[in-house]
């Protein structure tokens, strides 16, 4: 079946000055690899790779792979403007260590140019290929036709990310159309976790900070223990529905990680924004209210968790 699990999108840490701070991302691969996730993603939205450099790209890759050291896939986000440029990215990756790229799909509305787009990716390098399906943030609607046809038809595009609401309606529709081993993995900050997974989805990708948490709902799932998946998941239904806020979850992600000392500083690049005081009391309190803490340094085990 391939890839399967909880690859967390992970944010990238920067100094105070704005700086990759490399320090703390090496700690960051650390605690997922302590949490016992199954691989990571990076240089996605969350890791504000939109507002980097190509030369901080390659920088985050190559530091995430040399800090795994084989131990768990990387996978690696790639957009741009067009097919060249994020043939170019992927390219990149792929020699950097990458084991596969999410791509984001072209701003058009044009499903012979999407297909296009993605075959020339896929075509150009030998990982495979995931599918970016996020039309809040990219502006593209991908159907459910084109995506099965392109699961189909492409060799290499082996899975997507899927967060078009309604997520769990349009999960059936492609998995009724895309041949079985076509891997899809939820997103949209873990709010449809279990319901996904009952639909058959592969795993998930999102940037939800207590990433330990969704390790848990995963692992029970598959040892056929669903009673105990879903009690995790309502526990911490509250904090995943908070934390995954349009437009500021990355603030709330980068508080956690921080106070966590997992991070060394909160820093947003431009125009993102960091959250207030009275923000920082409210998310705490849930947090608490969970039976979490800010105050723990490392995994806080799954054995604390009540069904």
């Given at each position: 079946m391939g890839f399967q699990g909880v690859l967390p999108i992970l944010p990238t840490p920067f100094t105070s000055s704005g700086a990759v701070d490399e320090s703390s991302l090496r700690r960051l691969i650390d605690f997922e690899l302590d949490v016992g996730v199954h691989g990571v993603s990076i240089l996605g939205f969350m890791g504000e790779a939109h507002k980097m450099a190509e030369s901080e790209r390659k920088l985050v890759v190559q530091c995430v792979v040399d800090q795994l050291g084989g131990a768990l896939p990387t996978w690696v986000g790639v957009r741009a403007y067009g097919s060249a440029g994020a043939i170019e990215q992927a390219r990149e990756a792929q020699e950097l260590g990458a084991a596969a790229v999410f791509v984001a799909p072209i701003d058009i509305q044009n499903d012979q140019a999407l297909y296009d787009h993605y075959a020339a990716v896929a075509n150009a390098v030998d990982i495979p290929v995931i599918i970016h399906d996020f039309p809040e943030s990219f502006g593209t609607i991908l159907s459910p036709d084109l995506i099965a046809r392109m699961a189909n038809e492409i060799d290499g595009v082996d899975y997507i990310k899927l967060e078009e609401l309604p997520v769990l309606d349009k999960l059936t529709r492609i998995r009724s159309k895309a041949h079985e081993a076509f891997g899809i993995?939820?997103?949209?900050?873990?709010?449809?976790?279990?319901?996904?997974?009952?639909?058959?989805?592969?795993?998930?990708m999102t940037g939800f900070a207590f990433p330990e948490v969704l390790v848990a709902i995963y692992n029970a799932f598959r040892e056929g223990d669903e009673a105990r998946a879903a009690g995790i998941f309502d526990r911490y239904i509250p904090l995943i529905r908070y934390e995954f806020q349009p437009r500021i979850g990355l603030a709330y992600r980068k508080f956690v990680y921080h106070k966590r000392g997992i991070i060394a500083d909160r820093f947003i690049r431009p125009p993102g924004r960091l959250i207030d005081a009275y923000t920082e009391r409210e998310l705490t309190g849930i947090i608490k209210r969970v039976g979490l803490s800010l105050d723990a340094r490392g995994v806080q085990a799954a054995e604390s968790w009540s069904r």
């Open positions: 993995f939820g997103g949209l900050g873990g709010e449809y976790f279990l319901e996904e997974l009952h639909r058959g989805a592969n795993g998930i």
